[in-house]
């Protein structure tokens, strides 16, 4: 009678730590969860500096800009970037590497007539993707 009551208590023991472990794996995939919700917000931080450096490349390059001779009118070309872009953050599964980021915008080629600059059409548009990780509590290139 003693073994039984000892075999009982051991399922008894095993279903109670079942149910304490229950919402444990649940916190742990509301952090995983949370996690990712942070790293989609840092991301989103980041890919708004980086495209604020783009933003000031483009200024540059306007700025030092080549002037051309296309049918008797005096044009520059430069590199700029869209305004627009898009985000995308997916777990790796791996400790050191917990996320990469995927910004994704448009680099033009601009042309404008050198005489007034305001009147500028993109030439060509190439869609650009580039990717990050989050390492060390940070998203690098």
């Given at each position: 009678?003693?073994?039984?009551?000892?075999?009982?208590?051991?399922?008894?023991?095993?279903?109670?730590?079942?149910?304490?472990?229950?919402?444990?794996?649940?916190?742990s995939?509301?952090?995983?969860?949370?996690?990712?919700?942070?790293?989609?917000?840092a991301?989103?931080?980041?890919?708004?500096?980086?495209?604020?450096?783009?933003?000031?490349?483009?200024?540059?390059?306007?700025?030092?800009?080549?002037?051309?001779?296309?049918?008797?009118?005096?044009?520059?070309?430069?590199?700029?970037?869209?305004?627009?872009f898009?985000?995308?953050?997916?777990?790796?599964?791996?400790?050191?590497?917990?996320?990469?980021?995927?910004?994704?915008?448009?680099?033009?080629?601009?042309?404008?007539?050198?005489?007034?600059?305001?009147?500028?059409?993109?030439?060509?548009?190439?869609?650009?993707?580039?990717?990050?990780?989050?390492?060390?509590?940070?998203?690098?290139?």
């Amino acid at each position: 009678m003693k073994r039984g009551h000892g075999a009982r208590s051991m399922v008894a023991l095993a279903a109670g730590a079942a149910l304490l472990a229950l919402p444990a794996r649940q916190a742990s995939a509301d952090s995983i969860e949370h996690s990712l919700s942070d790293a989609k917000w840092a991301f989103e931080q980041h890919a708004k500096s980086w495209m604020a450096d783009l933003e000031k490349n483009e200024a540059r390059n306007r700025s030092e800009a080549p002037v051309y001779s296309v049918a008797n009118e005096s044009v520059i070309r430069f590199a700029g970037y869209g305004d627009d872009f898009e985000t995308q953050v997916k777990p790796t599964g791996r400790a050191q590497t917990p996320f990469v980021g995927i910004l994704r915008y448009k680099e033009n080629l601009y042309t404008c007539l050198h005489q007034d600059e305001s009147r500028c059409t993109v030439t060509r548009s190439i869609p650009v993707s580039e990717i990050f990780s989050f390492r060390n509590g940070r998203w690098t290139y």
